[in-house]
């Protein structure tokens, strides 16, 4: 087979490249390792920029977003015992974020290339990448193509395939995790909610007006198991309680628990090969960072492809890497910094404990802290 740009991975990022290149008229084909079930049922993030809005939509796969994606202009941030709203539109010239899980930016996106009758390979794992040819093996098969797109998230085959000492790595790890539920229950909240507390970090967000979407600070290692339904309600309910409002319980749908890291390669690219999202780099949760910088990663690596093959020249290529890290470098600091600023150090102290509520005060008093903290979150217009 051969095709102008093989696309390794259908998560949002190569499915979000495979929309773009097909409306600028260029070939693709996407190749991914798992069901499409599995793709379409994986409960990940739930918030998204306006940026990816606006991209999406220019996308033309935004149709069911805009009917069902709830639009919030703040959030809140809890400490002792009390919650403070952060006005992100007031605070941002009128930006918004809308709430809708990455499940469900898949599954449309996924329709979208299916009704396109584009090539789309499930259960097809990529098994080693010929950068120098531009060759992508499969299953005894090969997929000869101009440029590799490695959108395989962080455990893919892409960024492996690059030479030892090519690659630049940057890591952080955190001593702690998250677990997250999913219930089918009225959310008790009008906006997402951080909570800090001394017995750990909590958030409250959604997922529609039936479904809610919680998480708990757990031990980065987290047995699962160790947590039956009661004890998360029980946790949730500590960690959230505020005077006068009551978290509602209902049926938990599913439980997980993820760890958290920061990871930066660099450069994003390797000859024929161009890195994006996950692939490229991770974020802790905490901010809801990971799809959007996924989603930037591919609007530049798209409009350098469209360039390349509209003009023959390769100025964005070249210069995609760095365009990219600009805004990865910016998001790793701000999700580093939520994390650190609401999550229990383990093994801190009261010292730590004071810092934080001293930053979180700060923050819910000065103009100048909830606007850098509200352009962040809603997504910078320009890094
Ligand atoms: P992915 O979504 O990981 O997609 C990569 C795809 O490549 C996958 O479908 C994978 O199956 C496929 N693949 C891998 N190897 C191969 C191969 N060899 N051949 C073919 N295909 C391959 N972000 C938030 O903002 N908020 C959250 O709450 C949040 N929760 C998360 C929970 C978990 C468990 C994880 C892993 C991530 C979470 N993230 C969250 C991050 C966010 O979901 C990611 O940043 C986002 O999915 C990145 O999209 P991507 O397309 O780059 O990678
Ligand atoms: C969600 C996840 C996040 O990481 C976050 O900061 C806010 C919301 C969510 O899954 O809804």
Sequence with gaps: MRTQVAIVGAGPAGLTLGRLLENAGIESVILESRSRAYCEARIRAGVLEQGTVDLLREAGVAERLDREGI???????????????????????????????????????IAAREASGLPMLFDTPAESIDLERGIVRHAGNEIECDVIAG??????????????GALREF??????????????????????????????????????PTRSRYYLQV??????DRWPDDRVWEELQRRTAVAGWTLQEGPVLEKGVTGMRSYVCEPLRHRRLF????????????????????????????????????????????????????RVWRCEHFSWWMTTTLHLQPGGDSFDLQLQRSQLHYLTTSHAQAT?????????ATV
């Design 372 to 380: 850098a903290l509200a352009e962040n979150y809603v997504g910078l």
């Design 151 to 164: 959108c395989d998230g962080f455990h893919g085959v892409c960024r492996e395939s690059v030479p030892a």
């Design 219 to 224: 031990d980065h290692d987290e047995d699962v």
């Design 171 to 208: 890591t952080r790890e955190y001593p702690y995790g998250w677990l997250g539920i999913l219930a089918d229950v009225e959310p008790s909240i009008d906006e997402l909610v951080y909570a800090h507390t001394e017995q750990g970090f909590a958030l409250l967000s959604l997922r529609s």
């Design 71 to 109: 639009v919030h202009h703040g959030i809140s941030l809890q400490f002792d015992g009390e919650r403070h709203r952060i006005p992100l539109s007031d605070l941002t010239g009128g930006r918004s974020i809308v709430i809708y899980g990455q499940t469900e930016v898949v599954k449309d996106l």
């Design 275 to 326: 890195l994006a999202g996950d692939a490229a780099h991770i974020v802790p949760p905490t901010g809801a960072k990971g799809l959007n910088l996924a989603i930037h990663d591919v609007r530049l690596l798209a409009e350098a492809l469209i360039r390349f093959y509209e003009r023959g020249d390769e100025v964005l290529l070249d210069a995609y890497s760095d365009a990219c890290l600009r």
